[in-house]
């Protein structure tokens, strides 16, 4: 079976459906603008063919907690045919996580429902030479619950038996690196814009910010081995950088360094590809089947990366394959200063 789908069995696929009334309905012109042709409704009652039945605010607690599932999942998955792909050893904390929003979810709309005729008539007190417009449309409270859902599920990742649909599967599975690389780049360049584009020194922040998307890579190097050298290198360097305070001018170029780093993936998997190479310059067979394929690294090839050593520090172990001893990485080329 291919190694790249392989993998997958380390991780979840979490699909969602969250679904809102918009507290609006159609204008139908031949009703509701017969006996007014000769005014405009405000703006805010009437916009794209819509009339507004309601404040906006009323609902917006629900899309707040659509959000928040929006960031969640964001920030721990990677998207993947219209869900997200997060790593099994996640999915409890992360169901718990869910759960609470879940929670949060039912009790808006049990305020809401709560409080409907109260919000129905601050809305007619604020456009009373509006209300026929807008008040045969109003939903009634059931009507409003049954709008309201909120359901997501957690799927295990394997190919199917059935060989053509296996093939779609391996096929579909292969755009996992190359994605997941181009979320990490695309996260580290907005980290470099927020935290130290034109900054001399780089804050805590900007250093959590950081922390925050090694991590991300830690958890999804199962997905291809040769991301694991540059993590355990780029956690080596975290460590050693304060826990208060702006960092001085050393460190910051440090931080500069690793984030030019993440900006360019192939940079990442090719310094892992050098990592894993034996004395002549081969790699393994078996780390050779990937997602994505990259030429090999010569020997006599600089690597910038940060140097992958028997990691004594108190971090986190990173649950990936263990890189054999007799691999030795290259040693670090910093780039140092921003650009």
């Known amino acids: 079976m291919n190694r790249s789908t392989t993998c997958l069995a380390g991780f979840m696929l979490v699909q969602f459906e969250v679904s809102i009334p918009t507290g609006t309905a159609r204008v139908e012109r031949s009703v509701d603008l ?82 409907l005729p109260r919000h129905y008539a601050e809305w007619e007190q604020k456009h009373p030479a509006w209300v026929p417009l807008f008040r045969a449309n109003r939903l009634a409270e059931a009507e409003l619950r049954s709008r309201c859902l909120f359901e997501v599920a957690m799927i295990a990742m394997a190919p199917p038996e059935q060989p053509t649909a296996a093939a779609l599967f391996v096929q579909a599975s292969s755009r996992l690196v190359p994605a ?35 991590g991300r890579m830690a958890a999804f190097s199962l997905l291809d081995p040769r991301v694991s050298p540059s993590v355990a290198g780029y956690r080596r ?25 993440l900006m360019v993936p192939e940079k990442i998997l090719e310094h892992g590809t050098a990592v894993f190479a034996g004395p002549d310059g081969t790699v393994p067979a078996a780390m050779t089947d990937f997602p ?28 990936v394959h263990v890189i054999p001893p007799a691999h030795a990485a290259p040693a670090p080329v910093w780039g140092g200063a921003f650009f």
């Open 34 to 115: 017969a006996s007014v042709a000769s005014q405009l409704p405000p703006k805010e009652l009437v916009s794209d063919g819509r009339k507004q039945c309601m404040a906006p605010a009323v609902l917006q607690p629900l899309y707040n907690c659509r959000k928040q599932l929006h960031r969640l999942l964001e920030g721990s998955g990677l998207k993947f045919f219209g869900g997200y792909m997060v790593p099994q050893d996640q999915a409890d904390i992360l169901a718990a996580e869910i759960d609470t929003i879940k929670t949060s979810f039912a009790a808006a709309v049990s305020d809401i429902c709560r409080e």
């Open 180 to 214: 997941f690389l181009d979320d990490i780049a695309g996260k580290a360049e907005r980290v470099w814009e927020t935290h130290a584009k034109g900054k001399g020194k780089v804050t805590q922040d900007g250093l959590s910010a950081v922390r925050a998307l090694v």
């Open 237 to 261: 360097v975290l460590e050693a950088m304060p826990r208060i305070g702006p960092l001085n001018s050393r460190e910051t170029s440090e931080i500069g360094g690793l984030l030019s780093q």
């Open 292 to 319: 994505v394929s990259l030429p090999l690294v010569p020997e006599s090839t600089p690597i910038d990366d940060v140097a992958l050593a028997d990691d004594t520090s108190d971090a986190d172990p990173i649950p």
